[in-house]
Antibody, heavy 121, light 111 residues
Framework: QVQLQESGPGLVKPSQTLSLTCTVS??????????WSWIRQPAGKGLEWIGR???????NYNPSLKSRVTMSVDTSKNQFSLNLSSVTAADTAVYFC?????????????WGQGTLVTVSS | NFMLTQPHSVSESPGKTVTISCTRS????????VQWFQQRPGSSPTTVIY?????PSGVPDRFSGSIDSSSNSASLTISGLKTEDEADYYC??????????FGTGTKVTVL
């Protein structure tokens, strides 16, 4: 079955750009049946949707983060990516990637295992 | 904007039934599907209910979801509670302007 794995730096300095990649295995990211999302969770807190990207490149972002977020997809590598600019300590969180069903099914299933990103100098 | 408010925590004994509410602050709860996710400690969330009341394959029928337009809320009911059900549960819905919005989360403790 499809699996997702996040990767990227675990430590980012304030004001810099956080960059993460999600690698999809066991299935093609090019399937038009799905879209691909990022969600984050600060330690001990709830979940926050960051945004999603379709294989076509079309995106939807959380309005509260929209000015700082860019997502992209690389079908040749079966990966999609997240860039979050001008980070502060408030962006410290576990970042998850997830697949969503376009027509029928859960909007986030499955999820990656998550990767902790700490924003600190 | 809208929020999805859940009780902070619920607890019950094994074999009993718990119901978690998810109240939408504005807009109709029935306007978009509600999903429910289970997150065990140290793990990624998994879907237990999608599209208001649908169970993914592998999720036991002890889990059920419903919508109540009169209270503008969704509910997740877990019957025959087991120790393995101890986890955080989050509801989720969608808004055209906001995108996906998660509920505040509920910690379920099995006594």
């Amino acid at each position: 079955q499809v699996q997702l794995q996040e990767s990227g730096p675990g430590l980012v300095k304030p004001s810099q750009t956080l960059s993460l990649t999600c690698t999809v295995s066991g299935g093609s990211i090019s399937s038009g049946r799905y879209y691909w999302s990022w969600i984050r969770q600060p330690a001990g807190k709830g979940l926050e949707w960051i945004g999603r990207i379709y294989t076509s490149g079309s995106t939807n972002y959380n309005p509260s983060l929209k000015s700082r977020v860019t997502m992209s997809v690389d079908t040749s590598k079966n990966q999609f990516s997240l860039n979050l600019s001008s980070v502060t300590a408030a962006d410290t969180a576990v970042y998850f990637c997830a697949r969503g069903a376009v027509v029928r099914g859960s909007p986030f299933d499955p999820w990656g295992q998550g990767t902790l990103v700490t924003v600190s100098s | 904007n809208f929020m999805l408010t859940q009780p902070h925590s619920v607890s019950e004994s094994p074999g009993k039934t718990v119901t978690i509410s998810c109240t939408r602050s504005s807009g109709r709860i029935a306007s978009n599907y509600v999903q429910w996710f289970q997150q065990r400690p140290g793990s990624s969330p998994t879907t237990v209910i999608y599209e208001d009341n649908q169970r993914p394959s592998g999720v036991p029928d002890r889990f059920s979801g419903s919508i109540d337009s009169s209270s503008n809320s969704a509910s997740l009911t877990i019957s025959g509670l087991k120790t393995e059900d101890e986890a955080d549960y989050y509801c989720l819905s969608y808004d055209y302007n906001l995108g996906y919005v998660f509920g505040t989360g509920t910690k379920v403790t099995v006594l």
